[in-house]
């Protein structure tokens, strides 16, 4: 029964969500509320970017209502962290919603980020233990300050970076916080219910549902976008709803099975279901730090933008984005449910599938430039052939020595 009042602040969540954007994208439209196509852009009209004010609306919407339902209860019991996390969402709103439009330096957007991450953390919402093999390790509360402001900074930027195709976010998130959300209802209904479970649960729904409620809008050829305040606001829930578990997980609590994997869910399958945007991070980090530029500048390198360069369209590239994401999220499902060998063959295979699709448009141009390098290679050998062969000779000769005969009559 529990299940229900969640789908329904997920559902609440939806549909003020694709309500507002609907109106945000039709005034974005009227009164041109939207920047200049840049060069490293994908898409070629233009396009409002505030996006991110109805999903935040929609979220707040969300807990307005669940606050008022004794369901739940435990988790407005103590407002601090609440508010600590609609306060951090809304720091971090209008920082996205001031870049979307007056585009502020990376420094600025840094500083705000960790504003954002600190107050979570003053406000409870960190990490306090770590799981590991026998136990688990109790982090110190300026440890676990440091680490939880560095995960969430880190979360919201990864997700920020791979938000450049129409649909990528919005539906990556949702794949992503689907599997969470049944992993942590797994943890509520298998031990004892905890604030932090419940409060993690009511996270992921209503982030799925500003997703869902806003990709109508966002899906190709998008009407709206979601911009830096949706993205970071997107990527700050994801951070601190896997926090919430992370930080607070019993591993006595968490030996349903006899498998030693589950334990360290809270860990893994938060990094596995961000592993696309991490590693886009990490390589625009890297790439721009060795070219001698901030790690945060600008640049069409992504690898959003490596699959459109490869052959890929728009959707057919969102959509591998899609595969990867479920491959990992649902491998990770499997250990808690499953022996270890089914999970890891099933990541496994679907890797190498989601590997080939991704990689087919390069081995079909290989194999256009072989076809076309066999092609030349047959022409020109029939070239030369047709040059020493002696009946072709002797038609040429014969037509040289007619022309002059014409000419001459």
């Known amino acids: 029964m529990r299940f229900i009042f969640y789908v329904a602040a997920g559902g609440l ?9 609907t109106a945000v994208a039709r005034l974005g439209m009227k009164y041109r509320l939207y920047p200049a196509i840049r060069d490293r852009d994908v898409h070629k009209r233009p396009t409002p970017r505030l996006g991110g004010i109805a999903m935040f609306i929609g979220i707040l919407t969300a807990f307005g209502v669940a606050s008022q339902l004794p369901q739940f209860h435990l988790i ?6 609440i508010f600590a996390i609609l306060g951090s969402a809304l720091i971090i709103v209008l920082i996205g919603v001031a870049d979307d439009i007056w585009d502020l330096d990376w420094v600025t957007k840094l500083a705000g980020q960790i504003i954002a991450a600190g107050l979570l953390a003053w406000q409870g919402v960190q990490l306090t233990t770590l799981p590991i093999v026998g136990g688990v390790v109790v982090l110190s509360s300026y440890t676990g300050l440091i680490i939880t402001v560095f995960a969430i900074v880190l979360v919201m930027n990864a997700i920020n970076f791979i938000d450049g195709l129409d649909g990528l976010v919005a539906g990556v998130a949702i794949i992503a916080n689907g599997a969470f959300f049944i992993y942590s ?25 500003a997703c869902v409620g806003f990709l109508p809008l966002n899906w190709h050829p998008a009407k709206l976008f979601m911009g830096d305040a949706g993205a970071l606001l997107v990527g700050l829930l994801m951070a601190t709803s896997a926090i919430s578990v992370t930080g607070q997980v ?4 968490l030996q349903f099975t006899k498998q030693l994997v589950p334990a360290f869910i809270p860990i893994l399958l938060p990094l596995a279901i961000l592993i696309i945007p991490l590693l886009d ?9 060795r070219a001698g530029k901030s790690p ?13 360069d ?12 899609y595969s990867w994401t479920a491959v990992v999220s649902i491998g990770c499902l499997l250990f808690m449910f499953f022996d270890a060998i089914w999970g890891v063959l099933f990541i496994i295979v679907g890797l190498v599938i989601c590997t080939a699709f991704t990689l087919a448009p390069l081995t079909r141009r290989k194999s256009v430039e072989a076809s076309v390098q066999l092609a030349s290679a047959d022409n020109d050998a029939e070239a030369a052939a047709s040059r020493f062969d002696p009946l072709d000779e002797a038609a040429y000769d014969a037509a040289s020595t007619d022309t002059p005969t014409k000419e001459a009559s």
């Open 13 to 21: 969540s939806a549909v003020v969500t694709f309500v507002l954007a």
């Open 76 to 81: 407005f019991a103590k407002p601090g962290p």
């Open 185 to 209: 209802y797994i943890l509520v209904t298998r031990s004892a219910a905890a604030e932090y479970f419940n409060l993690a649960l009511l996270i992921s729904a209503v982030l799925i549902g």
């Open 250 to 253: 019993d591993l006595a609590a």
């Open 281 to 289: 991070f990490a390589l625009a980090i890297f790439r721009r730090l």
């Open 296 to 308: 945060f500048s600008a640049d069409r390198k992504h690898l959003h933008h490596r699959l459109l």
């Open 310 to 321: 490869m052959g890929h369209s728009d959707i057919p590239a969102v959509l591998i984005f």
